[in-house]
C-alpha cells in the first residue's frame, strides 16, 4: 500500500471506497495488525492535518443567525424563564405560564419543548434543583428548608428529583462541596 505525499492519493488506497463496496472491509480484515496501526495513524495524521488547516465548510458552519422554526418566541420564552426564576418555590400552574407566553396550554407545552427539548414541568424542576444547589453549597440550611424554599412539597420528592438530575442525594452534595 503506497502513499504519494500532496497528492489526493495520500489516502491508502484500503481506505478510498465507495459505501457499496466491500474491498473497504476485506483490505482491513487481510491487515496485520501493525499495519493497520500504520494506517490507522497515517488517516489520524491526514484528518488531523485538513481539520486544523482548512476552514469548515459553509454547509458545516450554522447561519448567521439560526432559530430553529416552531418554538416559542425568544421574547415569550425569556418572559416565561423570568416568571420561573421569580417564583420558583409556588406551584406551577401550565394555563399561568402558558398565559405568559400568550399561547393555548396545548400549544405552550409543545412549542416549550420544541424551544428548549424538555417539558415545561421537567424544565421546572431542573431549576428548582439547580437552585437548591447553590443553597447547598452556599448556606448550612437544613435540606428540608432548601428543598420547601425552592417549592418542593417534600423532602422525599427533592432527593428523587436531585439524585435523577445531579447524580448524588443532596447530602453528599453538600459533603463534596464543603
Same mark, same amino acid.
Given at each position: 500500500m503506497?502513499?504519494?505525499p500532496g497528492t489526493s492519493s495520500e489516502i491508502p488506497?484500503?481506505?478510498?471506497?465507495?459505501?457499496?463496496?466491500?474491498?473497504?472491509?476485506e483490505a482491513f480484515d487481510s491487515m496485520s495488525p501493525l499495519a493497520f496501526a500504520d494506517?490507522?495513524?497515517?488517516?489520524?495524521?491526514?484528518?488531523?492535518?485538513?481539520?486544523?488547516? $482548512?476552514?469548515?465548510p459553509a454547509a458545516l458552519q450554522p447561519p448567521a443567525?439560526?432559530?430553529?422554526?416552531g418554538g416559542l418566541s425568544p421574547t415569550a420564552l425569556r418572559r416565561?424563564?423570568?416568571?420561573?426564576e421569580d417564583h420558583i418555590a409556588e406551584r406551577f400552574d401550565m394555563d399561568v405560564l402558558a398565559d405568559i407566553a400568550?399561547?393555548?396550554t396545548c400549544h405552550f407545552s409543545r412549542a416549550f419543548k420544541q424551544s428548549l427539548g424538555l417539558p415545561p414541568y421537567n424544565y421546572v424542576v431542573k431549576r428548582r434543583v439547580a437552585t437548591a444547589a447553590e443553597l447547598i453549597e452556599?448556606?448550612?440550611?437544613?435540606?428540608?428548608?432548601? $428543598?420547601?424554599?425552592?417549592g418542593f412539597s417534600d423532602q422525599s420528592h427533592f432527593t428523587r428529583s436531585f439524585v435523577r438530575i445531579v447524580g448524588e442525594t443532596p447530602r453528599a452534595f453538600r459533603r463534596r462541596n464543603r
Open positions: 503506497s502513499i504519494h488506497t484500503a481506505l478510498r471506497f465507495h459505501p457499496s463496496d466491500t474491498t473497504f472491509v494506517v490507522l495513524d497515517r488517516v489520524r495524521q491526514i484528518v488531523a492535518k485538513t481539520v486544523s488547516s $482548512a476552514p469548515a443567525q439560526a432559530r430553529p422554526s416565561v424563564r423570568a416568571y420561573v400568550g399561547l393555548s452556599q448556606t448550612d440550611r437544613p435540606l428540608v428548608d432548601v $428543598a420547601q424554599s425552592v
